[in-house]
């Protein structure tokens, strides 16, 4: 059974850079597509970018300026780096295993990490 | 905003059976994925693709597809799918987007 465990400080100061981390157990990141999404306290979900095992990104267009994804395939680990933050980054971050279907999509996020609030406050 | 829509809020009566939405036009080339959200808790996939069901998903659930709208329907909704639900496929552009969300209600 795969698990993801996401891990990082829960406060951020604004402007600063949020750093998450996301460790993968129970399986391999080699051969998947790795992605994070984030929730707003009482909204909803937002896709923030992915990276395949192979270190390839795509990152949401609103955010793409100020994130970066990596991989660490010997840690089985991913990372999430997230620039200039403001309040409005406040959120529950998760770390999700995107499974990526060729033609017409029906792509799924199958196994997920149960979460960390990040605070971006002074 | 999103380019999925869905309504926010919808209610059935225990065991009865309740459908819920989600528009877009990118919907016409992408199948859409939804997922399970209960209170303090991580996204549950519920249903992917055409209409798969990941193991320990009971049968009650299943998904449908026309045109712009794909939709999720639970046949004899029980007390304990009372949650959000959200929906999931690709935009115009090819990002992963994400619909608002619906809030089930289950009385």
């Known amino acids: 059974q795969v698990q993801l465990q996401e891990s990082g400080p829960g406060l951020v100061k604004p402007s600063e850079t949020l750093s998450l981390t996301c460790t993968v157990s129970g399986g391999s990141i080699s051969s998947y597509y790795w992605s994070w999404i984030r929730q707003p306290p009482g909204k909803g979900l937002e896709w923030i970018g992915y990276i395949y095992y192979s270190g390839s990104t795509n990152y949401n267009p609103s955010l793409k300026s100020r994130v970066t994804i990596s991989v660490d395939t010997s840690k089985n680990q991913f990372s999430l780096k997230l620039s200039s933050v403001t309040a409005a980054d406040t959120a529950v971050y998760y770390c999700?295993?995107?499974?990526?279907?060729?033609?017409?999509?029906?792509?799924?996020?199958?196994?997920w990490g149960q979460g960390t609030l990040v605070t971006v406050s002074s | 905003s999103s380019e999925l829509t869905q309504d926010p809020a919808v209610s059935v009566a225990l065991g009865q059976t309740v459908r819920i939405t989600c528009q877009g036009d990118s919907l016409r080339s992408y199948y859409a994925s939804w997922y399970q959200q209960k209170p303090g808790q991580a996204p549950v996939l519920v249903i992917y693709g055409k209409n798969n069901r990941p193991s320990g998903i009971p049968d009650r659930f299943s998904g449908s597809s026309s045109g712009n709208t794909a939709s999720l329907t639970i046949t004899g909704a029980q007390a304990e799918d009372e949650a959000d639900y959200y929906c999931n496929s690709r935009d115009s552009s090819g990002n992963w987007v994400f619909g608002g969300g619906t809030k089930l209600t289950v009385l």
């Open positions: 999700a295993r995107l499974i990526a279907v060729a033609g017409l999509g029906g792509d799924y996020f199958d196994y």
